[in-house]
């Protein structure tokens, strides 16, 4: 069984270029959240998917938008990318069953922005 | 008070301690809580739940005071593999965001 999958796993880019990141939920999960995690820093909740919509949203700037597909993967796409984006992007899926938190993490995609 | 804080660390000890890690939160409503661990570059992996007053996996042990809104990671017999960093995490609404603490970070020397 995999595991969530992220791609690509580090990326380097220039300010003010777009990027879009990947990612493949668990089996059987079907809700897909983003967070952002600056060095030394935890994790900051981007937002969340769920039936191809987005259902909660964390604060970053529009400049930070998402998909998700029918099979539940999910894309997050940054433009006009700052130098402050530079962090480890992970995603976290989970199954949606009220009450339950447990997300579990892709190995995520280290940003750079140069 | 900051939605979820955590002890700066980091920590570190020997071999065999016993330490403790706490966090507190300011969502009193909160129901759930989970410890993660992020080895170093690594992704977060779960490594506890704690729906009630508390949850005990081996050499692990985690307490919840709810009337406090205060939560802990007891590691009993630290080996050289418990070091990492550990995070405290809240959900932040009714549909499941995570909201982490920055994260303590436990190094165990020989």
């Known amino acids: 069984d995999a595991g969530v999958t992220q791609s690509p796993t580090h990326l380097i880019k220039t300010r003010g270029q777009q990027v879009t990141l990947r990612c493949s939920p668990k089996s059987g999960h079907d809700t897909v959240s983003w967070y952002q995690q600056a060095l030394g820093q935890g994790p900051q909740f981007i937002f969340q998917?769920?039936?191809?919509?987005?259902?909660q949203r964390g604060n970053f700037p529009d400049r930070f938008s998402g998909h998700q597909f029918p099979n539940y993967s999910s894309e997050l796409n940054v433009n006009a990318l700052l130098l402050g984006d530079s962090a480890l992007y992970l995603c976290a899926s989970s199954p949606r069953t009220r009450g339950k938190y447990e997300a579990f993490f892709g190995q995520g995609t280290r940003l750079t922005v140069v | 008070r900051k939605e979820v804080e955590q002890d700066p660390g980091p920590f570190n000890v020997p071999e065999g301690a016993t330490v403790a890690f706490n966090c507190t939160y300011s969502n009193s409503a909160s129901q759930s809580f989970f410890w993660y661990r992020q080895d170093c570059r690594k992704e977060p992996k779960l490594l506890m739940s704690?729906?009630?007053s508390g949850n005990e996996d081996g050499r692990f042990t985690a307490q919840l005071n709810r009337a406090s809104q205060y939560i802990s990671l007891l590691i009993r017999d630290s080996k050289l593999s418990d070091s990492a960093t550990y995070l405290c995490?809240?959900?932040?609404?009714?549909?499941?965001?995570?909201?982490f603490g920055k994260g303590t970070k436990l190094s165990v020397k020989p």
């Open positions: 995490v809240v959900p932040g609404g009714s549909q499941g965001n995570l909201i």
């Open positions: 704690v729906y009630s």
């Open positions: 998917y769920y039936e191809e919509e987005e259902r």
